[in-house]
C-alpha cells in the first residue's frame, strides 16, 4: 500500500465519523423526482473544506447563523452516491 493510499483511508475514516455525527443523509423530493443528498454543516470550516478536498463535487457555500459564519456542503443525486458508497467501509 503506498503512502497516499494509507493516508486516503485516515481521511476518509475521519470524514467519516464526522458525516456521522454532525452531517445528514437522506433522500428528498426535489423539482417532482426523489433525489438523494449527502451535506456537512460546520462552524468549524476545517473538517467541510478536507471532505471538499476529498470529494471535490460537492456544492460549498458560507452562511450567517445566528451572527455566526456556517459552512455548507452539499452532495446530490449521483454525486452523493458515489462519495458515500466510497465511505461505506469506514461508516
Known amino acids: 500500500m503506498n503512502d497516499w493510499s494509507r493516508r486516503r483511508g485516515q481521511l476518509q475514516g475521519y470524514l467519516a465519523g464526522v ?15 426523489w433525489q438523494g443528498r ?32 456556517v459552512f455548507y456542503l452539499v452532495y446530490s443525486h449521483l454525486n452523493a452516491f458515489e462519495m458515500v458508497e466510497d465511505m461505506i467501509p469506514f461508516l
Open 19 to 33: 458525516l456521522d455525527g454532525e452531517g445528514s443523509f437522506g433522500i428528498y423530493m426535489a423539482k417532482g423526482t
Open 38 to 69: 449527502a451535506s456537512l454543516n460546520m462552524q468549524d470550516p476545517e473538517a467541510v473544506l478536507l471532505l471538499k478536498v476529498l470529494y471535490p463535487l460537492g456544492h460549498f457555500s458560507v452562511r450567517i447563523k445566528d451572527g455566526k459564519q
